[in-house]
């Protein structure tokens, strides 16, 4: 029984291990077409840039607008969703969550500024492709 259990644990570590490689392929190459897709469609003075970070949580890469400083980023934010009802028609199909994150860059005036969405539409693009890809690799292995 020994004999069985200890071949059965290492194929099973290798079988870990690679479908670790493969998760973590399926993870970069999303984040560099969400980063080149996105740097292709920003304004010239915006920054993207992906972290890739691994730990205790696992694998993630970050990608997002580097700004500094903080005014940066309200500048990023404005050309993403634009001001005033530019930003309330970029919006509207959004999930809550990117509504919350913009809406933190409104000021108390409503502005004129029309936005021309770089990120965010890069990122609904590529999101369903990514979950296809991972379900494809957990159901068969590649």
Same mark, same amino acid.
């Given at each position: 029984m020994s004999i !069985? =259990? =200890?071949k059965l644990t290492k194929l099973l570590s290798v079988y870990k291990k690679d479908m670790l490689v493969k998760l973590k392929k399926v993870v970069i190459d999303t984040a560099v077409n969400l980063e080149d897709s996105a740097v292709r469609d920003a304004p010239l003075f915006i920054t993207i840039d992906k972290i890739a970070v691994e730990g205790m949580k696992g694998y993630e890469?970050? !990608?997002a607008v580097k700004a500094d400083p903080e005014e940066a980023s309200a500048l990023a934010a404005y050309f993403e969703f634009g001001t005033g009802?530019?930003?309330r028609q970029i919006l509207a199909p959004y999930? %809550?969550?990117v509504k919350k994150l913009a809406?933190?860059?409104k000021g %108390? !005036?409503?502005g004129t500024l029309k936005g021309i969405p770089y990120f965010y539409p890069n990122y609904f693009r590529l999101e369903p492709i990514f979950m296809a890809k991972l379900q494809k690799l957990l159901k068969d292995g590649h």
């Open positions: !069985v =259990n =200890n890469v970050d !990608v009802l530019s930003a999930p %809550d969550y809406w933190t860059f %108390d !005036v409503d």
